[in-house]
């Protein structure tokens, strides 16, 4: 191989693109419809709208490539979907100026998480067992509905499990690649893409001085950093030491994502975090089989946000002209091999796998209690089950 190519195939290697591309289709078809309903629930115009796109693109693109890049692991950068799920329920008749207020002081509280350190030293102490369990229960419903899926859309699905059975046989690097290919092929033929229903808009940013209000900063501002931290930073670290990823200094990196959220949070970004369920596409094997270069596929990840961002007025009719189908098939597909290493690494300590059973039940039960997910109540199960059965057996 030439000089060119071989730094073509480095910069470029197909299935990190891929894995990239898979985890930014992912999350923005899963849940860019809540971050729309969280904004229309604030009164915000179209414009206001899809300035709140533009943002939480351009700070998940940023980060995500200039974090991998400083410390060469995939670290990849989401929007905090409970976070926007709170949004939408909550801000109803509280004013945008009043919003946007709450996004910024819920974002300095990251950046000083981050700063003063408490959430990596809270993290140092959680043994890998329990967050391998955390992951597993994060990530296992992805796997169930993949095979759920087959009922209704059997035609889509089907070939695709097939293409990526057949690949792991002969082509087991490009796998979820030949898959993703397989499901789009059989959408064309079934009728279910629906490239027609696309339009071209770019995004353009829409400025927003805060107002500070503090029965919305409580109610609010507070909430929307809880959630964030204990049901989307939490998992996230989890994804990365599943993978191996355990030198990632997590006070720096929390910090990094609080600064980007206050920088632009007057323009709609209200929540950026650790991306759990995507970062698992772009962290395991299926990314790169050279753990060392899997970065890569986070770059991408960020590359392929940053386009999104420009086109932010696009998304809407985007999520209408890809079939569900086709995103429960690929994002499960995807995630097998790293649902498979959490398990793996949960059960292997003996000592621990009562506790790691028990936060992967409570977190694969999808349990909300007080407006916080279940990843912080499954490890907080786990936590509870070693203190009680650990002190019985000594």
Partial sequence: MTAPKTLVHRAFPPTAVAAGLISVLVAVSSTAAIVFSAARAAGASQAEVTSWMLAVCVAMGVTSIGLSLRYRAPIVTAWSTPGAALLAASLHGVPMAQAIGAFVVSAALITLTGVTGWFERVMNRIPVALASGLLGGVLVHFGIDLFGELETSFAVVFPMLLAYLVARRWLPRYA?????????????????????????????????????????????????YIVTMASQNLPGVAVLRGDGYTDVPLSPVVGT??????????????????????????????????????????????????????????????????????????????????????????????????????????????????????????????????????????
Avoid: H, K
């Fill in 176 to 224: 979820v690649l030949v898959a993703l290919a397989a499901g789009v092929a059989a959408t064309a033929v079934t009728g279910t893409l629906q490239l027609d229903r696309v339009d071209l808009a770019f995004g353009a940013p829409v400025l927003t001085m805060p107002e500070f209000d503090w029965q919305v900063i409580i109610s609010i501002g507070l909430p929307l």
């Fill in 257 to 394: 994502t609080g600064v980007a959220n206050l920088l632009l949070a007057p323009f709609g970004c209200f929540g950026l975090n650790l991306a759990a369920i995507t970062a698992a596409i772009c962290t395991g094997p299926q990314a790169l089989e050279d753990r060392s270069r899997r970065y890569l596929a986070a770059v991408w990840a960020g590359v392929f946000y940053l386009v999104i961002g420009v086109f932010a007025g696009t998304v809407g009719s985007l999520l209408g002209a890809l079939p569900e189908a086709l995103i429960i098939g690929i994002s499960g597909l995807g995630l097998l091999a790293t649902i498979t290493g959490s398990l793996t690494s949960a059960l292997a300590d003996e000592r621990w796998r009562e506790p790691a059973v028990v936060t992967f039940l409570a977190t694969a039960s999808g349990v909300t209690l007080l407006g916080i997910g279940s990843a912080f109540w499954g490890l907080l199960a786990g936590v509870l089950t070693a203190l009680i059965t650990r002190s019985r057996r000594s």
